[in-house]
Nanobody
Framework: EVQLVESGGGLVQAGGSLRLSCAIS????????IGWFLQAPGKEREGVSC????????YYADSVLGRFTISSDNAKNTVYLQMNSLKPEDTAVYYC????????????????????WGQGTQVTVSS
């Protein structure tokens, strides 16, 4: 069974950094799109970043471009989201998700395309 487990969330001051991890098991890691999404209270879930494990291509939401970096370690079956220069508006539950094919930039928006989702990890950024 495919499982995705997020970790690394917590409480940080504005301007600080966190690194989220998404540990994935149950599928061939070299042929998937992995996305990071956030959901703030009362808001719809929205895309943050995604990566294709096949070729390493990456995509970012405009709001995080230059601050967040997505990467994958195929040997560890893990995808990371390095979050720098955090802002209070980044506060949300962050989820990772996987689809068994590559995705382009639409992977940030077509949430229904993802087959598997983790349980989420809370990120809180204080002023």
């Amino acid at each position: 069974e495919v499982q995705l487990v997020e970790s690394g969330g917590g409480l940080v001051q504005a301007g600080g950094s966190l690194r989220l991890s998404c540990a994935i098991s149950g599928f061939t890691f070299d042929d998937y799109a992995i996305g990071w999404f956030l959901q703030a209270p009362g808001k719809e879930r929205e895309g943050v970043s995604c990566i294709n494990t096949s070729d390493g291509s990456t995509y970012y939401a405009d709001s995080v471009l230059g601050r967040f970096t997505i990467s994958s370690d195929n040997a560890k079956n893990t995808v990371y989201l390095q979050m720098n220069s955090l802002k209070p508006e980044d506060t949300a539950v962050y989820y990772c998700a996987a689809k068994h094919e590559t995705l382009g930039p639409a992977g940030l928006y077509l949430l229904y395309e993802y087959n598997y989702w983790g349980q989420g990890t809370q990120v809180t950024v204080s002023s």
